[in-house]
T-cell receptor, first 111, second 113 residues
Framework: KAGVTQTPRYLIKTRGQQVTLSCSPI?????VSWYQQTPGQGLQFLFEYFSETQRNKGNFPGRFSGRQFSNSRSEMNVSTLELGDSALYLCASRLADNEQFFGPGTRLTVL | AQSVTQPDIHITVSEGASLELRCNYSYGATPYLFWYVQSPGQGLQLLLKYFSGDTLVQGIKGFEAEFKRSQSSFNLRKPSVHWSDAAEYFCALTSSGTYKYIFGTGTRLKVLA
């Protein structure tokens, strides 16, 4: 089975722009979670989607949003980018139990 | 509040030596516990998990971890470290019915030849 894939792998944007990141879960997995990883804050949970519905949300501003499609693929959007949004964004998918499988991440740099 | 603490930010060991990475958690009920490894520029790979049952769990790459409820710990061990084990290790917890993982801050392992 193919693993979790994330596109693009690297992205450079400027302050004020918006960005959309994509995640394709493992086939059959209906849950997709997003995390932000930075050297200062570590791994922080953004949100989780299951069957196109957001089930849980972390403590991030409304500039961070997401959605999930009927094929379980998910996108994450960040609007009005700030320098502090530079991070590795990780997507993880899950089947039935609580074991998550992570993708390689998208490295976002905001200039 | 739920939390995961990895008290060691950096650990250096010689190749062939034994390894123990510490993880302490705070949670009101029995958590589901995980250890992940992350190589530079990569995502996280699951090493092992504890849901219930036997408190000593075996994982991939020769790693094992022991759940100690009385000490709120879930330490990761390996009897003989290989140079390829150099990476960052994360302990995480979640619980049944929730969908949010809480991660520790990670321990960066350096292996000396």
């Amino acid at each position: 089975k193919a693993g979790v894939t994330q596109t693009p792998r690297y992205l450079i944007k400027t302050r004020g722009q918006q960005v959309t990141l994509s995640c394709s879960p493992i086939s059959g997995h209906r849950s997709v979670s997003w995390y932000q990883q930075t050297p200062g804050q570590g791994l922080q949970f953004l949100f989780e989607y299951f069957s196109e519905t957001q089930r849980n949300k972390g403590n991030f501003p409304g500039r961070f949003s997401g959605r999930q499609f009927s094929n379980s693929r998910s996108e994450m959007n960040v609007s009005t980018l700030e320098l502090g949004d530079s991070a590795l964004y990780l997507c993880a998918s899950r089947l039935a139990d609580n074991e998550q499988f992570f993708g390689p991440g998208t490295r976002l740099t905001v200039l | 509040a739920q939390s995961v603490t990895q008290p060691d930010i950096h650990i250096t060991v010689s190749e062939g030596a034994s390894l123990e990475l510490r993880c302490n958690y705070s949670y009101g009920a029995t958590p589901y516990l995980f250890w992940y490894v992350q190589s530079p520029g990569q995502g996280l790979q699951l090493l092992l998990k504890y849901f219930s049952g036997d408190t000593l769990v075996q994982g991939i790459k020769g790693f094992e971890a022991e759940f100690k409820r009385s000490q709120s710990s879930f330490n990761l061990r390996k009897p003989s470290v290989h140079w390829s084990d150099a990476a960052e290790y994360f302990c995480a917890l979640t619980s049944s019915g929730t969908y949010k993982y809480i991660f520790g801050t990670g321990t960066r392992l350096k292996v000396l030849a």
